[in-house]
């Protein structure tokens, strides 16, 4: 196959994942945005975490949230755990790995702020404990997995809300994941401050 043929290849892969996806991530995704929407307007944040291109996601919708997604309007309080190097490292060399992302929330996390947890495998230890912290801190989940996903869907509790892209390559979960993202910042913007040009 020459590298044309490929590319076409892996954007038909692509589209297909997604075409797949729609029917039963939808209700979902318009779940947890609503949840999102709720908390942002009683004065709560959104925490985001992920590990490799998962945390590239959470910056991904933070700074969507933060600056402005597809029109102008506020600013969005929301923090992505993944982008602190200095944090990252000291948690993980004085502690282990796994509490990088649950210390923080420990520290930051407040009842009804909500917890943005990426993994494609749901399997990543400290993805799992930072949903167990943020159950802690008696704070929603909104988790976004893939596969089977993995032991994070035994941690969900019935305020959360798992969206489960029904694939298993991670190149594939992951662009549904990115797509999901700006679903959700749609919908917020929406929920918050109605349709845009009356459209």
Do not use: W
């Amino acid at each position: 196959m020459d590298t044309v043929e490929r590319v076409k290849r892996l954007f038909a892969d692509s589209i297909r994942s997604k075409q797949e996806a729609v029917e039963s991530l939808a209700p979902v995704i318009a779940r947890a945005a609503r949840t999102i929407g709720e908390r942002l307007l009683a004065g709560n944040k959104v925490l985001s975490c992920g590990n490799g291109g998962s945390a590239g996601d959470a910056q991904h919708f933070s700074s969507e949230m933060l600056n402005r997604f597809e029109r102008e309007r506020p600013a969005l309080p929301a923090i992505a755990l993944t982008t602190d190097t200095s944090t990252l490292t000291s948690i993980a060399n004085d502690y282990h790995y796994h509490e990088i992302f649950a210390k923080q929330v420990r520290a930051i996390g407040q009842p009804g702020d909500v917890l943005l947890a990426i993994s494609t495998s749901g399997n990543s230890a400290n993805i799992l404990r930072a949903v167990e912290t943020a159950h802690d801190r008696e704070m929603s989940v909104i988790a976004l997995t893939g596969k089977g996903g993995g032991s994070l869907v035994g941690k969900l509790a019935g305020a959360d809300t798992e969206v489960r892209v029904p694939a298993n390559s991670t190149a594939r979960i992951q662009e549904v994941h990115l797509l999901v993202i700006h679903c959700l910042c749609d919908l917020i913007d929406t929920q918050l401050f109605g349709e845009e040009n009356g459209t």
